[in-house]
Each structure stands twice: as C-alpha cells, then as structure tokens.
C-alpha cells in the first residue's frame, strides 16, 4: 500500500493544470494534455461526489503501460486530493480564483501569444503599409562619452545609448500584462526602420557580454529599440584660426531606402540629446548641440533626415604651454647677442643658429597633428613671426660684422700685392702675411708721425726714431664706431645691402691708416631696442585678432554635400 500512495503521489506533481480563456483545463504530464471537464467546477448546486469519479476516470489514462497499478485505492487518494483543493476554492471565492488562474496562464505562455501575433505577420512591409501615411519613428540619444576628436582625419567619436521608437498595430494584444522585454532575436521577425548614419565612417554595436540591445512591445504595439553604439563620424573643421578655433561637428541620420512619403524621423522632445551627468571632453569645450530635423533630397526622391551639430570651442592652454612660451623665448634668447662683443663672431653665429634650429623642431612637432591644409593657421602665422625675428637677428650681425670687420685690425692685401709677397717669401704665406703685417706698421708709424725734415734726413738711409709712449697709447685709443664719418648712415646701410665692395675696400683703407680698434655698434645698440619692442606690438596685434573673434555656427544649406548617392 505504501508503494501504491507513493507512485499516486508522483503521478500527481507530475501534473499541472492549466486554464485557458475559456475556463477550460487541462492536465498536462510527460505523455500529453488531456482535457478535464469542468462541469462541477461550474455549478456550486453539484455534488462533491460526483468529482472523484470525473477526476479519477481522467487520472486512468494518465499512463497507458501502468494501468495495473491504478487500483480502487489510487482512485480514493486522487479523489480526496482534488477535492479538498476544490473546497479551499469555494472558500477564498470562485471568481478570484479564476481570474488569478487565467492571468497565470496568460504570464506563462508569452510565446505562444508571440506565436499568434507573427502568424500572418510580414515583416518585410511597413507598420502604415497601404494606409496612406507614413510610418513615424521617434528618437533620442544619451551620450555617455565623447571624443577623441581628431584633426587629422577630421573625425570624432561617441559612445552612446541610441533609442528608436515607433507603432506597429499589428503587433497588438490584449491581456494583463502591459509590455512585453522580448529577446534581440524577436528582431529578425519583425519590422525595423533601417536607419544609417550619412557622415558615419565606422561604427559598431557593444557586444560584450552579450549583443547590447533591448526590444520591447507594449499592448497597443509600441516598440522601443534600445542598442549601445560606438558611432565614428565625421567632422569637417575650418582651421585657420588653430588652435584659438570652434568646430561644429554634425551627426546626421536617416532612412536608407524609404522616402519620406514612407517613413519620417522626429526627435523625440525637447531632450532628445542628453549627455551623462560629469561628462567632458579632453580638448574642447561643449558650447551647445541643437539639433533640427530637415529633408534631404537625393536622386531617390526626398528623405527624412535628423541631424544633431555639437559646437565645440577648443583649449588652449596645452598650446600656450607647448609652443607659444617656448617660441617666445627662445626669439628672446635670440637677442642676446645683441649684448655680446660684435668680434665674438663664432658666439653669435652659434646662438643664431642654434634658435633657428630649435624653432624648427617646435614647428614641425606642432604639425603632426594636423592636415596638410592648403592655408596658414593662427599657429603657423606665429611660428614664422617668431622664424622670422630669429634670422633678422643673425641678419643684424651680418650688418654688423661687414663693418666690424673695416676697422678690426684685419690687413687687407690685393691679389698682385699677395703675389708679389708670396714670391718675395718663396712661397711660405705665413711669412708673407707676417711681411705685409711689418710693412703695414711701419707705414702707418709713418703716416701719423711726421718729423721736421732736413737735407741730412733725406739723405740718410735710417730708419725713423721708434714712437714714444705716448705714441703708442695712441695708436691704441678707441673709438666709438667705424660709422661716424663722411658718408650718411643710410646711405652706409644701403651699401651693406648691396654688397658694394669698392664702398667696403675703401673704409677698410680708412680705418687702416687711423689705426683704431672697433667698439659697440650702433646697429646693435637700435636693435635692442626695436626688436623687442616690433614684437609686442606684433604678439598683441596677434592675439586680439584671433582670441577676440568669434566664430558665429549656422546651420548649412546641404549639410551633406560630401556625400553622394
């Protein structure tokens, strides 16, 4: 007996009942659904008696090979089972009951409602197909991050939450439940918009762990389609004024094959673009992002088209650090040599040089970023600014060294006077400068002493008396500069400039027979004076041309002109 009540008891978990709409139930175990009347449970007036053997003479064809084992007992068990459940019914209300037990089938078996609603469903024509209005599709996005922006490839990109909203009445029902979390392969059997992105060049769906997408049906056939995008666009900038400038970066969706007598796009309200709380770019700064809805026009026909701009204004406090100080110093730098001796010639060379150099570097490092454009930005206005004092100043000295030179002490020797010595020496040009050296001084001892002449000197063969102390202190005496005499200074300047070689022989002759060494120059002595000051007023002419100007973002006539179709 005790096996018998086991196997009865096993038999009957095995089961469940389930209710359908029309208070039907059935009885569903591994070997089928069977069917159980509900005459009794209808009518309150029926006696319990008569429900064991209802309910026993179903429970017999439970199994088809163990009928040996359903005897007068398990038929008992069962009975009593059921009608003490059916008592408990009767007490806690009949129509509560019920309801609950439909609502319960309903829950369990959403698949089989998906089944109802996808059997003469087509999913390849649209929700308005033949109703003579086009299907609306609302959308929003959440940005969660933005950036890089490049200025290289002139593109941008943004991880965000991208929402697609629209009505399908085929997709309908009634029931308790209100919506419907379907899974992402639901999408496959039903209608979806087919939106693309007209300036995107790459981008992709999230799917780690799992394809980031959620679909989800309300009764009246409202779908939301939720999906995770990393989205790369592009973003054509204007970059005359880098790196003080604004972008506006565009983001433009739509239809790929429905016109807009199909389909149309609308934003969804007035937040349909939101950013998450905290969010920044590394390099730019969000200024607005209003968006617009407008009507493409292709070879196709018209299309329906949202597009978002994102106005970006650009820091730049990493270029102030990176290039404009460095740049300004080292033009500084540069004029140090203003203060060195103009006979250091090596001293100054190498520090021109040098800045030349250095400025060459911070010019093509500050390059790399950027396109081949075929105009000067605002940095490379500045770096040929700064180009430009450095080699002025190796300039300057080239000014100041072809004069330093007429009166430095240097003996200018003719190509015949150079070969007359070289002959006269055998060859040796050491010793034939050394010659022309001691002959040059005792010329010019001559030239600036001149004794009282007799007969007796004349006739004499010796040489004159050697120069006093006095004589030579003279012969060393400084004077301010080689420029001071004769020939106007502009006039000086513009034979610097020409080269004229007679005009430089002829100061050489000059200061050769004053015998004097050269002080500071006066070209120096202007030039550290207007060079510093031509900078500033550049530097601030400069910086309130481009920091000043604002850049003012309209909307384009063909946001999409780049594109073809």
């Known amino acids: 007996m005790t096996y018998i009540f086991l196997r009865s008891f096993v038999a009957l ?74 008592e408990d019914s009767e007490s806690s209300g009949w129509k509560t009951n019920q309801k609950r037990s439909i609502n319960d089938a309903v829950s369990k078996n959403i698949t089989l409602v998906l089944e109802n609603l996808l059997k003469n469903y087509e999913n390849s024509q649209l929700p308005t197909h033949g109703k003579g209005y086009p299907t609306v599709v609302q959308t929003n996005i959440l940005i969660r991050s933005m950036g890089p922006v490049s200025e290289l490839d002139m593109d941008y990109s943004m991880d965000c939450y991208f929402r697609q909203y629209w009505r399908d009445t085929r997709l309908s029902f009634l029931g308790p439940i209100r919506s419907l979390s379907l899974s992402i392969k639901m999408l496959e059997r039903i209608w979806r918009p087919d939106t693309y992105f007209y300036n995107g060049k790459h981008s992709y769906v999230h799917t780690i762990t799992v394809p980031n997408k959620l679909l989800r049906i309300s009764q009246h056939g409202d779908i939301l389609y939720s999906m995770r995008l990393t989205i790369k666009a592009k973003c054509p900038m204007e970059l005359r004024n880098f790196p003080m400038d604004r ?190 050296v001691r002959r040059r001084s005792s010329t010019r001892s001559s030239a600036n002493f001149n004794f009282p002449a007799t007969s007796d000197d004349q006739e004499s063969t010796e040489l004159p008396p050697p120069p006093t102390e006095q004589t030579a202190i003279r012969l060393t005496m400084e004077r301010t500069t080689q420029t001071e005499v004769r020939v106007p200074r502009w006039r000086q300047l513009l034979y610097c400039l020409a080269g004229d070689d007679q005009y430089r022989r002829q100061r050489q002759r000059e200061a050769g027979n004053r015998g004097h060494i050269n002080s500071v120059s006066h070209i120096d002595k202007a030039a550290r004076v207007l060079f510093p000051a031509s900078f500033a007023l550049l530097n601030l002419f400069y910086w309130m041309v481009y920091a000043f100007s604002n850049d003012t973002f309209a909307w384009s006539d063909n946001p999409i002109n780049t594109l073809s179709h």
């Open 13 to 86: 978990t095995l089961c469940c009942l389930i209710v359908d709409a029309k208070g039907a139930i059935y009885l569903t175990t591994k070997n089928g659904t069977f069917p159980i009347t509900l005459t009794s449970f209808k009518s309150h007036e029926s006696s319990g008696r008569d429900t064991p053997k209802i309910l026993s003479s179903t429970a017999k064809n439970l199994s088809r090979d163990d009928d040996a084992y359903w005897d007068e007992r398990s038929d008992t068990l069962l009975s009593s089972f059921v009608n003490d459940t059916y």
């Open 247 to 436: 972008q506006s970066c565009p983001l433009i969706l739509g239809s790929y094959a429905y016109s807009n007598q199909q389909l149309v796009y609308q934003w969804q309200n007035s937040q349909s673009v939101n950013f998450v709380p905290g969010m920044t770019l590394s390099q730019f700064d969000l200024i607005s992002f209003p968006y617009r809805n407008f009507t493409f026009t292709r070879r196709e026909g018209d299309f329906s088209v949202l597009q978002v701009s994102f106005n970006l204004q650009r820091h730049t406090g990493y270029f102030l650090i990176q290039v404009y100080v460095p740049c300004i110093l080292i033009v500084v730098l540069s004029w140090v040599s203003f203060w060195i001796h103009r006979e250091a010639t090596s001293d100054r060379v190498g520090l021109g040089i040098t800045t030349v150099l250095t400025l060459s570097t911070i010019s093509l490092d500050s390059r790399t970023d950027l396109p081949k454009v075929r105009y000067a930005t605002a940095l490379d206005w500045f770096l040929l600014m700064s180009f430009f004092y450095c080699i002025a100043t190796l300039l300057e000295f080239a000014g100041v060294h072809y004069f330093t030179k007429v009166g430095s002490g240097e003996i200018v020797i003719d190509d015949s006077e150079w070969e007359d010595l070289i002959e006269e020496v055998g060859g040796d040009a050491f010793a034939a400068r050394q010659l022309a």
